[in-house]
């Protein structure tokens, strides 16, 4: 085995943070928190070595939620699955 090569990796996660930088500012300025997630995968494909490199993190908050009553002795409906063009 090949020994992992370090300096790629901090040079590839150093890239996606400017490369999102004005993004993450602009996330920071506006609520004054942010997440960012790095991740790092080692795999081996169709033989060589990989690493895949990724970055995440949350432009705008998303929040949704949904609350119903609900009975045990209530029946089940059948639904009909929608037709595609309909």
Do not use: Y
Request: proline share 3%; charged share 35%; with cysteine.
């Amino acid at each position: 085995m090949e020994k992992i090569p370090l300096n790629q990796v901090k040079e590839k996660i150093d890239n996606l943070l400017h490369r999102h930088k004005g993004q993450v500012e602009e996330v920071w300025l506006r609520d004054s928190k942010v997440g960012i997630n790095i991740s790092v995968k080692l795999f081996v494909k169709d033989g060589r070595n990989n690493c895949a490199v990724a970055i995440s993190f949350t432009k705008e908050k998303i929040r949704d939620a949904s609350s119903f009553p609900w009975n045990e002795k209530q029946i089940e409906l059948p639904v009909k699955e929608a037709k595609e063009g309909s």
